[in-house]
Nanobody, 125 residues
Framework: QVQLVESGGGSVPAGGSLRLSCAASGYTYSGYCMGWFRQAPGKEREGVAAIYTGGTMTYYADSVKGRFTISQDNTKNTLYLQMNSLKPEDTAMYYC??????????????????RGQGTQVTVSS
């Protein structure tokens, strides 16, 4: 059974940093994307970043480019999202997801097979 467990969320002031982690169990890394998504109250879920598990290709939403960095440690089966220069508009529930399609479809959360329960990120102004 595949489980994705996020951690690292919290409350920070604008300009602060957080590092999210997603521990994957029962999942075999293969030629798919793993990604981070977020959803704020009253808004649709949006893709934040994704990474090709078979290599180093990464994908980012324009709103986070230059501020967020996605990475993976396959030896630990863990996905990370380093978030710097946080803004109030980054406030949302953040989810990791596995087994999605990379390339131009990386942002389609509904195409990912597995998803975690989420971790809350709150950025105050």
């Amino acid at each position: 059974q595949v489980q994705l467990v996020e951690s690292g969320g919290g409350s920070v002031p604008a300009g602060g940093s957080l590092r999210l982690s997603c521990a994957a169990s029962g999942y075999t890394y293969s030629g798919y994307c793993m990604g981070w998504f977020r959803q704020a109250p009253g808004k649709e879920r949006e893709g934040v970043a994704a990474i090709y598990t078979g290599g180093t290709m990464t994908y980012y939403a324009d709103s986070v480019k230059g501020r967020f960095t996605i990475s993976q440690d396959n030896t630990k089966n863990t996905l990370y999202l380093q978030m710097n220069s946080l803004k109030p508009e980054d406030t949302a529930m953040y989810y990791c997801a596995a087994e999605g399609h990379c390339g131009g479809r990386w942002w389609r959360s509904y195409e990912y097979t597995y998803r975690g329960q989420g971790t809350q990120v709150t950025v105050s102004s």
